[in-house]
């Protein structure tokens, strides 16, 4: 956990990304990314780019804008103005369905699982693209269905692992704590096999001990399916702990990108987080 030691090193674009990850695409490139709602600016000239093996961090005060991007990237909103590139294809008009498809996996500021069903059940969900029997075989219950189904169940229980889950593949999720539930989100999205996972605060509601096990476990992820992890976080532990590149909104806009050391002592991202006068006093 080493991410404020990397490393930045500059693209053509006004984008960064880690010295190791020049030799390839960025897995995501945002180019002067926009939307606006009934007339009120939203997200405005966001470019950032995301490297192929990158834990990236995206922070700012509550209000900023951080979701929003998460909702474009991943097209639950479509966007006024600007182009996302995932892997170097262009978004333009795709659908959330298609982005999940393309390699976006996911998790969400409040919890979406599937409570009443077990734990097992909700990382299976995430296996549907790889689910090769036919709606046929499913409704009669044919071989191929119960192949593919012991197939799911191995593959659930060896992402659950990660987390050392898997010996709740079969209990409720709903009936989980706050943090473990948490787990079996990011187990999900896992499942659908992403290029670039978005985590939504994932420590939120975890307790220090979660926390930092987290932080190791985000980067077992990276390390473990060489994919790139973009986070939106407000634990400020977290993100400078693990996270390479951070990039900081306030009102709709970026105000500064770097490593966790550049950030940390950049004037306007004290003066976001604190207000002018507060950031006049602890300069003081």
Not at 113 to 132: A, E, P, R, T, Y
Not at 143 to 152: D, G, N, S
Not at 185 to 191: D, F, G, N, P, W
Request: with cysteine.
């Amino acid at each position: 956990m080493n991410g404020s030691k990397t490393k930045l090193a500059p693209m053509p674009s006004v984008n960064f990304l880690p010295e190791r990850d020049l030799g390839f695409p960025p897995v995501l490139e945002c180019r002067s990314l926009g939307i606006d709602f009934g007339g009120l600016t939203a997200v405005d000239n966001f470019n950032l780019a995301v490297g192929k093996t990158e834990i990236a961090g995206l922070i700012g005060p509550n209000g900023a804008g951080k979701t929003t991007v998460f909702n474009l990237l991943t097209k639950v909103y479509q966007p006024n103005r600007g182009a996302i590139l995932l892997n170097g294809v262009d978004l333009l008009d795709k659908n959330p369905v298609q982005v999940s498809k393309m390699g976006i996996g996911r998790t969400f500021q409040n919890i979406r699982l599937f409570s009443n069903l077990s734990v097992g059940d909700n990382v299976k969900i995430g296996l549907h693209n790889q689910i090769k029997y036919s709606e046929l075989s499913g409704v009669l219950r044919l071989p191929a269905y119960w192949k593919q189904e012991k197939i799911a169940d191995g593959r659930a229980r060896e992402l659950l692992s990660i987390f050392d889950m898997q010996d709740l593949f079969d209990a409720k999720a709903g009936s989980l704590p706050y943090g473990a539930q948490r787990r079996v989100e990011i187990v999900r999205a896992l499942a659908t096999k992403p290029s670039l996972l978005l985590l939504d605060e994932p420590a939120a509601g975890m307790n220090p001990s979660e926390t930092a096990e987290l932080m190791e476990n985000i980067v077992k992820i990276r390390d473990m399916f060489h994919i790139a992890i973009f986070l939106i976080e407000h634990d400020m532990k977290l993100v400078m702990g693990i996270c390479e590149g951070v990039c900081v909104m306030n009102f709709g806009n970026i105000i500064a990108k770097g490593t966790p050391d550049e950030i940390r002592g950049n004037p306007e991202v004290i003066e976001a987080y604190l207000g002018k006068r507060n950031a006049h006093d602890a300069e003081g």
